[in-house]
């Protein structure tokens, strides 16, 4: 391993492609910040039963992809796995719930830890944007939220993605429907492990992606017909709201999702370019995670989006972003009094909202020149001593590779004209 190497699993966001993150994250988010969801920023860290308790104790995340660690003073935290349950946590230590405006709508864009066995489009440090709505049960919720995350995604040009969507029921009528696909699974040929996982969270059984496994699954007691009818109505109710939005959906009555506490709603974007990692964001209805952390009945519905394979569909759908070129103005200086006179213009640029930059280095007209076409800036400014002798830099349009001599005085405004 080379000493420079980043720890496995994991890569660093370097220019140019960097700046698709930040592209996507702006995207993601512009419809939530649009809509009155506030922002909302959790530590890196959290004690670890928040998700254990939050999570789910049956969870692939808690169970073997959790970063966790004692610290010296002997407190045993994880590195945050997912989002939800920090925000639910940050809102009731800051009481958001109780300032009488409900829901409490916040949004969130961090990086997140998980020891998974890295692949193509999944790693053990990635980021997320994330949005929540807390503490109303309304299935205009639930909907707004699907259709923003359709409307970010269709905002970045990304066309080859479908909603997958599934109610999972509520504590009424969940309960005899595991009992009824438990009593189902355990006449079935499984190994050990999954055996294991049909008492504890069965579920996630139907989630498997073994052939053998699914070939089992074909009888297998639908949820739907086990819905009681408050959660049809409440289903039957975002299902319209969709449509009547024009978002297209799939009903898929397998999405179970990894985490224990979803109910009622719950749906997944997957993107058809990115093979088995499919899922480029989830979430859904979790009306009973407040309680299990310790708060008061506060149904929330939310959502989390990955940025990593956001960006990775786009590539594969071969979606060109419409970035901006970061240096719109580009300045060669040749011999000591044109730096001087130079990085003043650049200056005065940059504080008329200009973005512009400069051959640093003393670096001779060739050398400098590549950099200039490099930055993909749509001007260099050039001045030797002959210029500033008559008062001039000469302004060049790197794209008809016209050049003009400028009034040294009438430069930044010249290029803030042209430049619109
Ligand atoms: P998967 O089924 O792919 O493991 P998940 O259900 O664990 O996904 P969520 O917890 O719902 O994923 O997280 C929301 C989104 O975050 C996913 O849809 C995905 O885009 C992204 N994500 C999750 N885990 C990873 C990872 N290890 N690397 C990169 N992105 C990830
Ligand atoms: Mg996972």
């Known amino acids: 391993m080379s000493t420079f190497q980043a720890p496995k699993g994991t890569y660093d966001l370097t220019p140019p492609r960097s700046a698709k993150f930040l592209a996507v994250r702006e995207a993601i988010s512009a419809p939530l910040r649009d809509s009155g969801y506030g922002y909302i920023e959790t530590p890196g860290f959290e004690n670890v039963e928040l998700f254990a308790r939050g999570v789910g104790e049956s969870t692939d995340i808690v169970t073997k992809e959790m970063y966790t660690l004692t610290t010296k003073g002997g407190d045993q935290l994880a590195l945050r796995p997912e989002g939800t349950a920090s925000v639910l946590r940050a809102a009731l230590e800051a009481n958001l719930h109780k300032a009488g405006n409900l829901p409490v709508k916040l949004w969130y864009s961090g990086s997140y830890y998980r020891y998974e066995r890295p692949q193509a489009g999944r790693y053990r440090h990635f980021s997320q944007v994330g949005a929540e709505a807390i503490g109303t049960e309304d299935p205009a919720l639930d909907a707004e939220l699907i259709i923003l995350a359709d409307q970010a995604y269709r905002s970045l040009g990304l066309r080859q993605f479908r909603i997958l969507l599934n109610s999972l029921g509520d504590k009424e009528c969940r309960p005899v429907y595991r009992e009824a696909l438990q009593s189902f699974l355990r006449d079935l040929d499984l190994d050990e492990e999954t055996r294991r996982r049909i008492e504890i969270n069965p579920l996630r059984v139907l989630d498997d992606k073994r052939a053998d496994v699914q070939k089992q699954l074909t009888d297998a007691p639908k949820l739907r017909d086990y819905l009681c009818d408050a959660c049809k109505a409440y289903h039957e109710e975002v299902r319209a709201l969709l449509t009547a939005a024009g978002v297209a959906f799939e009903d898929d009555e397998k999405l179970v999702r990894g985490l224990d506490y979803y109910t009622r709603t719950t749906f997944e974007f997957v993107h058809d370019g990115l093979g088995s990692q499919s899922a480029v964001g989830g979430g859904g209805r979790y009306d009973g995670l407040s309680e299990m952390i310790g708060g008061p009945e506060l149904p929330s519905v939310g959502w989390a989006l990955g940025v990593d394979r956001t960006v990775l569909a786009l590539e594969a759908e071969g979606v060109e972003l419409d970035l ?58 050039v001045a030797g001593e002959r210029d500033l002798a008559e008062g001039v830099v000469q302004l060049k349009d790197m794209e008809s590779g016209e050049q003009s001599a400028v009034p040294l005085a009438e430069a930044a405004a010249e290029l803030a004209k042209r430049l619109g």
Do not use: H, Q
């Not at 050398?367 to 800036?377: E, L, T």
């Open 324 to 381: 901006p070129a970061p240096t719109s103005v580009y300045a060669v200086p040749l011999g000591e009094e044109a730096r001087r006179v130079l990085f003043g213009v650049v200056t005065e640029l940059r504080r008329a909202g200009i973005a512009a930059d400069f051959a640093f280095g003393g670096r001779g007209l060739k050398g400098a020149m590549k950099s200039a076409n490099r930055s993909g800036a749509r001007y260099t400014l």
